[in-house]
């Protein structure tokens, strides 16, 4: 055997593992730790929230006596607001809205709805009708029929969709007949 050989029973060389620093062992315990606090955080955090959710929160909420939301809608808003003040609520009219079910000055929403619970004290949101829309007849006496379906199609209300401008716009034209056959504001006035 030479010496530049090696002998196939020779294991092969291992390094040496480096010496660390001061510093980075310092890092490593470091890191370690703020590991486990951090663990450590999240579970505390998590097992406050769960606390607080099942027991704490049901405490505060469920406690107290709750009433029953009363039925507002329809009812004239003096009347409304003595019922929400006799059950300890307060009626709060939020808006009002042409409603062609209700009349004016009538609930017609409320929030929280009926039946609903609730504690003493709460707010009750409502919506005020304020009746039917009023819709203006176009003044058409002693014009040319032309001028008449000009006039009832511009005449207000168009923005209520296109079933409502349809109704009334053959409502309009059944009127202006009706008026036209029975001789219009002549045969009125000599009566």
């Not at 060389?13 to 310092?26: A, H, M, T, V």
């Not at 809608?73 to 003595?82: C, H, P």
């Not at 005020?128 to 009832?152: F, H, N, T, W, Y």
Request: hydrophobic content about 35%; charged content about 25%; glycine content about 8%.
């Amino acid at each position: 055997m030479t010496n530049t050989e090696r002998p196939e029973t020779q294991e092969p060389r291992k390094r040496k593992p480096r010496p660390q620093s001061l510093s980075s062992r310092i890092m490593r315990t470091v890191m370690k730790h703020l590991m486990i606090a951090g663990i450590a955080f999240v579970a505390a955090g998590a097992s406050m929230v769960f606390l607080m959710d099942s027991l704490v929160m049901p405490i505060l909420l469920k406690s107290g006596a709750e009433i029953i939301a009363p039925d507002l809608i329809g009812i004239g808003l003096e009347d409304a607001e003595l019922t929400a003040a006799s059950l300890g609520l307060r009626l709060s009219p939020e808006s009002s809205e042409y409603n062609n079910q209700f009349p004016v000055n009538t609930i017609a929403f409320q929030y929280p709805y009926p039946g609903t619970k609730v504690k003493p004290g709460r707010r009750i949101q409502a919506r005020v009708s304020l009746g039917a829309r009023p819709i203006e007849m176009p003044d058409v006496v002693g014009k040319s029929r032309r001028d008449k379906r000009k006039q009832v199609r511009r005449a207000p209300g168009k923005e209520l969709g296109w079933f409502s401008q349809s109704f009334f716009y053959s409502f309009l034209c059944r009127r202006l007949r009706r008026f036209c056959r029975r001789g219009g504001a002549e045969k009125r006035a000599k009566t």
